[in-house]
């Protein structure tokens, strides 16, 4: 640019930042004595398809990678909310007993649903001779509700 006339070189500048010609920066490189392709390379259809395949590779790494990450992150926060549920379960001491004797005592499928699913958490919460003590305890006092039965046998108690 230096070898134009100052004037020459305003017109230029000034018709590059406008965007009017749409060749003006091929024009502007060859007039200055610098081939308009010098960085551009011949490729073939082959070395596009690959490169094209490439890209394509690389972003499904990626979004599995980031797929990933995501489920280690959801299952990292799943275990610490359930450690804190158990944490509080413990906490709860015989109050947790009593809701499952009150969930029992309602007769109904879902409050032996509910019940069954609490005796599951304090068995993760409770020495393993007190909940068998419990738990024969509890089947021997409910011996004449075959569906609270049948759900503690489905659900490994």
Known sequence: ?????????????I????GDEPHLR???????????????TERTAGQLVDAACARRDARERAEKQRREQAAAENARLAAKSRRRQLDELAAEGERAWSRVATRIAEKKPVGYDIAVALLGDLQEVTADAEF?????ALKEEHRRKPAFLERLTAAGL
């Open 1 to 13: 640019m230096a070898n134009l006339a100052a004037a020459e070189r305003d017109a230029l500048l």
């Open 26 to 40: 091929a024009t502007t490189l060859r007039r200055m004595g610098t081939p308009a392709t010098e960085e551009r």
């Open 132 to 136: 068998d003590r419990r738990i024969a």
């Open 15 to 18: 018709g590059l930042l406008r």
